[in-house]
């Protein structure tokens, strides 16, 4: 499953691409007939919470309205809508940019705090973000299995 989250549900594609899903973020203001377009296009599923999606010829196929005001929410409901598993790859893409993370050997060039230096790190290839297992993802994936336990 792909997914294309309108500018209402941006911290939820965040928590979908945290879950290891491919999933790209609208821009801020574009049209109702543009991100069905994009969703179609790229074969994604539109995650929104605006009715006036629905409107649209044929798309229930393409459109997934959410009726929820928080995250926590939202992730309940869009795991009964589409069955997501929220532990899918953990981790594996980047937050910022979707891109996949990929390991890095050779981690003398790469500044990071030293007491992490000898902990896997990885990094995104296209905006160079690097990423490691500190507290905040422990965090993160409590609430990740939350979520797919529901």
């Known amino acids: 499953m792909k997914f294309l989250c309108d500018e209402m549900l941006k911290g939820l594609a965040r928590w979908l691409r945290a879950a290891g899903y ?3 973020m609208a821009k801020d203001g574009e049209t109702d007939r543009e991100l069905i377009r994009q969703a179609r296009a790229s ?3 539109l995650i929104t919470r605006d009715n006036k999606l629905m409107e649209f010829r044929n798309a229930a196929d393409t459109v997934r309205l959410l009726h929820c005001t928080d995250t926590d929410n939202c ?3 869009l795991k009964q809508k589409t069955s997501v598993n929220w532990l899918h790859q953990p981790f594996s893409r980047c937050l910022l940019c979707n891109t996949p993370l990929i390991g890095l050997e050779n981690t003398a060039e790469v500044s990071v705090p030293d007491d992490v230096r000898n902990t896997p790190l990885f990094q995104c290839p296209d905006c160079k973000r690097i990423y490691w297992s500190g507290g905040h993802v422990q965090r993160m994936r409590e609430k990740l299995e939350g979520w797919a336990k529901v």
């Open 43 to 45: 074969r994604r599923l």
């Open 22 to 24: 491919d999933t790209e």
């Open 75 to 77: 992730a309940k409901i």
